[in-house]
């Protein structure tokens, strides 16, 4: 008998073209309610679950599924994506690895804390380890039979490997590999104050800590799972104010800011090492880290207005970042505060590396990619795609001496009639931050001409990079945009019909509670719609093992 065989008689494991997707969930059109969700789990959720429930030693090496973003969104394409055959195969693999460090010496009285040395796991000890872990892999309580299944399986296990350590491995194998936790899946009951249904008390806990945490939930959030608790409005209110105040609101805050802002593109990020030799692989983690810090800082931390994040002079710095922004750093390894001087042009997210160095071209600035940034990305304005068979000659010589600036560049590339409308709608934007090269660094100058920064967006005319900043901060389109956003992270999906209306009440509120984003996250996760649920439509999956998905082994 394989490991796999083993498992697949434990873990139901619907098998849909090839790919893998949670058990007995469908999918559901033409309701008013939206139905129930199943999305893939992130990266950093999971890596966060593995290590606040057996702690951050356990380490997960491997790779993870690659996740769609739609609306430039990945918290909206994991909704969208199944487990191909070879994913699966990955995360195989990191059960496997985490078991095996689980079951060390290192970490065995954890796991299992009842162990009698002598005697053994008792029969009482093993169910109360299994439904202790189940409970918070599978995210909901263990049914009596469930729990009968799982140990009675690990008693053959332990047979079959040789002891009682591999047997317990493998049930952890079996519940890292099962769509109950590699899917954030909502699990619904009868509402009993409706004729409708409703998510259960733990689906209902997880989908707020993974909103807020981007993780599992604490012993004191599974307790109101437990007891129900979790339905009383004031109960509900009360953790959600404990959660927003707790430091693991950080966590959830950088995991929709690095969505936001599509800084997971940092992790392949790469520049001409001739052109721009101060960017390294070590400067492009820091950018990233920068920007997170940066604005756990402002909204977090000190709870300022969300505008000031494009005007602060304050940031942080690394000696690798130090010397792209040409500014002194004291410390050899590590962070320190820095603060831009009030006559440095620099302030806030468009000038720093994490913004202006992601949207640039290996070797060259680009104001086409940092306007599309700023009207998508900030303003959530739609930017058309680029026509086919478009001449980027002239924009990509940047040695030509009749066109010297990235102005020139492209004032002449909008003769083309294709491509002058939506060049006039990005370009300003984006010519408004040249005075950044293709890493981030200021310059004054490109070839030797002086750079021109002065144009115009939706009505608010700038010269200075200053103004830029200014502009920005002052959008009417930058606060709703990002009250459009949080909103469709929470969802995971696009919100439809009266959640418009949702989203219409929470950039009010927004607007009228100083534009905090701590309040934001806060009547997001108080409010109705973001825990409303439908009838799902069953689709008739047929269980398969899982031999029939990953070969035999």
């Known amino acids: ?3 796999k065989t083993l498992i697949g008689a434990l873990v139901c494991f619907p098998v849909i073209g090839g790919a893998i997707a949670a ?30 429930i057996f702690g951050d030693d356990i380490k997960v090496v491997g790779r993870f599924e690659e996740v769609p973003e739609v609306d430039n969104l990945s918290a909206l394409g994991a909704t969208h994506v199944s487990i191909s055959s070879r994913g699966y195969e990955r995360y195989f693999g990191l059960a ?12 065995w009285e954890k796991v299992v804390p009842c162990d009698d040395e002598e005697a053994g796991v008792s029969e009482v000890c093993l169910r109360e380890s299994i439904s202790s872990i189940g409970e918070r892999l599978l995210r909901r309580p263990m049914s009596t039979e469930e729990l009968d299944l799982w140990v009675a399986e690990i008693r053959k296990s332990t047979e079959a490997l040789g002891g009682e350590r591999e047997g317990v491995a493998l049930a952890i194998e079996g519940m890292l590999a099962s769509p109950s936790f590699l899917f954030l899946t909502d699990d619904t009951e009868p509402d009993p104050d409706g004729d409708g249904i409703r998510l259960t008390a733990f ?29 009383s409005p004031r109960v509900l209110k009360a953790e959600v104010s404990r959660m927003v105040q707790s430091d693991r609101i950080q966590a959830g805050a950088q995991a929709f800011f690095e969505d936001f802002l ?51 002079k304050d940031t942080f710095m690394t000696r690798p970042l130090g010397m792209i922004y040409r500014v002194p750093v004291k410390k050899a390894e590590g962070w320190e505060p820095y603060r831009f001087a009030d ?56 040695h030509n001496p009749n066109f010297r600036t990235a102005r020139e560049r492209l004032t002449q590339h ?30 004054k100058t490109e070839n030797g001409a002086r750079i021109d920064t002065s144009g115009e967006l939706d009505g608010y005319l700038f010269s200075t990079l200053p103004d830029v900043e200014q502009t920005i901060a002052n959008h ?26 949702w989203r219409s009440r929470l950039e009010k509120t927004f607007e009228r509670k100083g534009q905090k984003f701590p309040e934001l996250l806060k009547d997001i996760a108080l409010s109705e719609e973001f825990y409303s649920v439908g009838e799902p439509a069953r689709t008739g999956i047929q269980a398969a093992s899982v031999d029939e998905i990953g070969g035999k082994s």
Not at 23 to 50: A, F
Not at 208 to 229: H, I
Not at 350 to 377: C, D, K, Y
Not at 479 to 495: N, S, T
């Open 1 to 3: 008998m394989t490991r």
């Open 23 to 52: 058990c007995g969930v469908g999918s559901s059109t033409d309701m008013e309610t939206p139905p129930p969700q199943m999305k893939l789990i992130s990266e950093s959720q999971y890596r966060n679950t593995i290590a606040d």
């Open 96 to 107: 496997t690895t985490i078991a095996e460090q689980l079951v060390s010496d290192d970490h």
């Open 203 to 231: 689906a209902k806990a997880h989908r707020l800590s993974f909103f807020l945490w981007n993780s599992v939930p604490d012993e004191e959030l599974l307790e109101v799972a437990r007891t129900g608790e979790i339905h």
């Open 262 to 312: 599509n800084l997971d593109r940092f992790d392949t990020l790469e520049k001409d090492k001739v052109i721009y030799p101060a960017f390294n692989k070590r400067a492009a983690v820091d950018a990233k880290e920068q920007v997170l810090r940066f604005l756990d800082h402002q909204l977090i931390e000190k709870e300022e207005a969300y505008p000031t994040i494009f005007t602060s």
């Open 343 to 398: 006559d440095d042009p620099r302030a806030g997210l468009l000038s720093q590396v994490g913004f202006t160095a992601l949207h640039s071209h290996p070797g060259r600035s680009s104001a086409t990619l940092r306007g599309i940034a700023i009207r998508e990305l900030l303003l959530c304005q739609s930017v058309e795609p680029a026509p086919a068979a478009v001449n980027f000659t002239v924009v990509q010589d940047t």
């Open 414 to 443: 909008r003769t083309d009639p294709a491509c002058s409308s939506c060049h006039e709608f990005i370009d300003p934007a984006g010519l408004a931050l040249e005075n950044f090269d293709g890493m981030g660094a200021f310059r």
């Open 476 to 501: 009417p389109g930058a606060p709703a945009c990002l009250v459009e956003k949080a909103q469709k992270f929470a969802l995971g999906r696009e919100p439809e019909g009266e959640e418009l209306a």
